[in-house]
């Protein structure tokens, strides 16, 4: 199976200043070209609301150098009331400079939320982690006043008092505890679902359902599956799609073949298998009002594909799959 190595590879260091100020310098320079002129950067979604084509990625580094400009670094919620002045400001910001519609305003600040908790994460372990010992680490270092000179001295002391303090300490722990115990931890990098399911469109293998994107993107760049507990999975899905097909099998809304598969009931808030662009009432019922024969040939297609994808797989590692590949039968 054919995997981008540029999107499974690992992320560079994303603190080294050659690499984030060029970044950030030709994207500021090509958006502010663009205003100058009076014109805004045009953008276009998929039916799923992922942004795509020429300047879906210069969009979403734009959310991030807002995120990193605007965002005071102390921050500790996102979702406070106190920042809906900082929130217009930045959504305001976003469609002066991409045609992006209103709806598209929610995921817009989720996703600066998220560039805000990263930023937040590389500058901890970067500047902080590493010398909460140490005198220095209370007074922006040079690299900190070179790279980001709108983080003030103050802000940087707000930071440290807090990611150095007993209650960080606690939300890290626990989280590092829950990331321990998770089973099925995502390998798709920095590009995520969005990237992998427009790949896929382009390679003419769209998955329709959302349990074959989830299994390419716990994949290694080798093509397999390295985790047991996935591999396991991945029999269940074949199986539960084929009693699905035949009427044996009985999925509802998120109670679906991924969720039954895992043993773990839909987050509410966000669709398992897709980008943190697609929300759950738009991705059920975009499934729920496909057409039925289009649904039939789908079905049909993705079980083949995944019998060869379990096939390959066990075949690889030398074992037998617990559901025959050979003994599944095909869609009437």
Request: proline fraction near 4%; hydrophobic fraction near 30%; glycine fraction near 6%.
């Amino acid at each position: 199976m054919e995997h981008s190595k540029k999107g499974r590879a690992r992320r560079r260091n994303p603190m080294d200043p050659t690499v984030e100020g060029k970044r950030r310098a030709t994207i500021m320079k090509r958006v502010h070209m663009a205003r100058k002129r009076g014109e805004q950067i045009h953008v276009t979604f998929d039916e799923k609301g992922q942004p795509e084509g020429k300047h879906d990625d210069e969009l979403m580094s734009w959310i991030g150098v807002l995120a990193r400009e605007h965002v005071p670094i102390w921050i500790q919620d996102w979702r406070s009331r106190d920042l809906d002045g900082l929130k217009e400001i930045i959504w305001k910001e976003t469609v002066t400079s991409f045609t992006v519609e209103e709806s598209f305003r929610n995921t817009c600040l989720k996703s600066c939320g998220e560039a805000v908790r990263n930023f937040q994460y590389d500058l901890y372990k970067t500047f902080v982690e590493g010398f909460i010992n140490e005198e220095s680490v209370w007074t922006r270092s040079k690299k900190v006043i070179d790279n980001y000179p709108n983080i003030e001295e103050e802000d940087w002391m707000k930071f440290v008092q807090y990611r150095t303090s007993s209650q960080f300490q606690q939300l890290s722990d626990r989280g590092s505890e829950i990331r321990t115990n998770n089973e099925y931890s995502s390998r798709g990098g920095r590009d995520g679902y969005r990237k992998l399911d427009q790949e896929m469109f382009k390679k003419n293998r769209k998955w329709e359902k959302r349990d074959g994107l989830w299994l390419e993107q716990q994949m290694g760049p080798d093509g397999e599956l390295k985790n047991p507990a996935c591999k396991n999975a991945s029999e269940l899905i074949v199986e539960y799609n084929t009693q699905e097909s035949q009427g044996t099998f009985e999925s509802i809304g998120t109670n679906d073949v991924l969720s039954q598969a895992l043993s773990r009931p839909e987050h509410k808030g966000r669709v398992r298998g897709q980008s943190k662009f697609v929300k759950p009432s738009q991705y059920f019922n975009l499934s729920r009002s496909s057409n039925k024969n289009n649904e039939v040939q789908s079905m049909r297609r993705e079980i083949e594909e995944l019998k060869a994808l379990v096939r390959g797989l066990c075949a690889n590692r030398d074992v037998e799959p617990s559901v025959d590949p050979k003994n599944v039968p095909t869609v009437d």
